[in-house]
Every structure is written in structure tokens, then in C-alpha cells.
């Protein structure tokens, strides 16, 4: 089939097992247009879009029955349209039907609505339970806490991590270590267990500058009253002569 140029193609599923549209379009495409069970190669700046997600590639792959699967490689974006999920990766697939998710290769996940940003090789999501599983050189980051281990499970509605394999929770001076570590990213509440290690730095709360008094004014030093002048006392007149 001749490739195709800036092909838009609009497939309508409704009344089938998926009842929802793909809307794809791309720079060339390979594959029979009319036949929803054939594989269809998109390539060149592909786009795919179904009612509940988004996928931006180099080149994307529909097979299946109905299209049930996507396959995409070379600089991948997108978007879960239904739980507000972003994603960047190498490489991913994504079944339409149990509406799961793999993502591998410098793979990062942003949950924007609650701030969690997460990074792994490797990254399972499943859209119906809002669950993604982490692994292999994981680091999620939310508020305060910076943490990392082997592997790790983030449950979206619950906002519950668990992490496990050398893990590690960092609260910008604190550091908290164990085998497995469970944090409450509403509340930070953490659990750990298993070879516990931690180090606190407590904070030292400034006391408040004490004001000076200010110094009462010195009252103005009364002048001096002048000397009275000394009053001769009266001498006693000497006696008449001739007395």
C-alpha cells in the first residue's frame, strides 16, 4: 500500500467489544486501513488516541483484534486521559481491553493531580485499579521525600508507597533505611522494617530576639542655687569715751 502523507484515519468501533473510537494519525502508515485485525505500522511523528489514552512515538503498531494492541518506540509521551497520568519512555505497550500499561526504558510517570513524580527502567500500570509497579533504579519524589530502592508499588487512590530492596526514604536532612519501607505520602506516615537504619537531625528552633528596654531618660540636673552671701553678724558698738 502506498505510504501515506499526513494520513488522518478515523476508526469507529461502536457496538464492538470496546465500544470507543482510535483516532491515529502520522507521516506514513503500512497495513490495510479497512481491516481492524491486521497489523498497522504508523510511523513519522505517529499520534494514537483512544477515549482513555494518548500516545505520542516515532512510530506506533496496531494489532489485534479490533486493535486491541499498541506497541510504540522512539521518544514517547503521553497521557492517560481517564486518571490524569503523564508519561515519558523508550519503549511501551498497552492493551486496550485490561486497559494495562508497560512502560520500559528511562521510563518517568508523573501523577499530576497529587504531585508524585516516579523513575524506573521499567513501569506497569493498570488504569482500572490506578496501581503502578516500579522497577529496577527507582526514584519517586513527592513534597519532602525523596525515595529509592529495587522495587516499589504506588497505589494512586490510596496514595500508599511501598518500596523494597535497599530502600530508602529521604526527608531532606532525615534518612531512613530498611528492607522494606511503607510511607503514607497523605499523612508521611512511615513503617519500616527489616534491617532499620535512620538518622535524625533535629532542628533547632531560633528563639526570638529579646527586645532592648529602652533606657529611661535622665531627668535634667537642676543648676546649682547661688550661695547665699554671708550676713556679717552685728558687732557691739564700742562704749561712748569718756565713759
Same mark, same amino acid.
Not at 156 to 168: D, F, H, R, T, W
Not at 174 to 185: K, M, S, Y
Given at each position: ?13 461502536? @457496538?464492538?467489544?470496546?465500544?470507543? &473510537? ?11 486501513? @479497512? ?16 477515549? =482513555?489514552?494518548? /500516545? ?6 496496531? =494489532?489485534?483484534? !479490533?486493535?486491541?494492541? %499498541?506497541? #510504540?518506540? @522512539?521518544?514517547? =509521551?503521553? &497521557? ?39 523513575? #524506573? ?14 522497577? %529496577? ?25 511501598? /518500596? ?8 531532606? *536532612? !532525615? ?5 522494606? /519501607? ?19 537531625? *533535629? ?13 529611661? #531618660?535622665?531627668?535634667?540636673? &537642676? ?16 562704749? &561712748?569715751?569718756?565713759?
Amino acid at each position: 500500500m502506498k505510504k501515506l502523507l499526513a494520513a488522518f484515519i478515523l476508526i469507529s468501533l461502536a @457496538g464492538l467489544l470496546f465500544a470507543e &473510537k482510535i483516532t491515529f494519525t502520522a507521516g506514513s502508515m503500512s497495513g490495510q486501513a @479497512g481491516d481492524s485485525s491486521a497489523t498497522t505500522t504508523l510511523s513519522g511523528g505517529a499520534f494514537v488516541q483512544t477515549t =482513555s489514552i494518548e /500516545i505520542n512515538a516515532d512510530t506506533i503498531e496496531l =494489532s489485534g483484534d !479490533d486493535y486491541r494492541f %499498541i506497541k #510504540a518506540s @522512539g521518544s514517547i =509521551s503521553g &497521557k492517560n486521559l481517564e486518571t490524569n497520568m503523564e508519561f515519558t519512555c523508550d519503549s511501551m505497550s498497552y492493551d486496550r481491553e485490561t486497559k494495562v500499561a508497560q512502560l520500559q526504558g528511562n521510563v518517568k510517570l508523573v501523577d499530576v493531580e497529587n504531585d508524585v513524580n516516579a523513575n #524506573a527502567q521499567l513501569i506497569e500500570y493498570n488504569q482500572n485499579t490506578n496501581i503502578a509497579v516500579l522497577q %529496577i533504579e527507582i526514584t519517586l519524589t513527592q513534597k519532602k521525600n525523596v525515595c529509592t530502592g529495587a522495587y516499589a508499588v504506588y497505589q494512586k487512590n490510596e496514595q500508599m508507597l511501598e /518500596i523494597s530492596g535497599n530502600a530508602q526514604v529521604k526527608q531532606e *536532612e !532525615d534518612v531512613f533505611r530498611a528492607q522494606q /519501607i511503607t510511607l503514607n505520602l497523605d499523612t508521611q506516615n512511615i513503617t519500616l522494617s527489616g534491617n532499620v537504619k535512620g538518622s535524625v537531625t *533535629e532542628t533547632k528552633k531560633e528563639e526570638p530576639e529579646k527586645t532592648a528596654e529602652p533606657e529611661m #531618660a535622665a531627668e535634667p540636673e &537642676k543648676a546649682a542655687e547661688p550661695e547665699k552671701a554671708a550676713v556679717p553678724e552685728p558687732v557691739e558698738g564700742k562704749s &561712748k569715751e569718756g565713759e
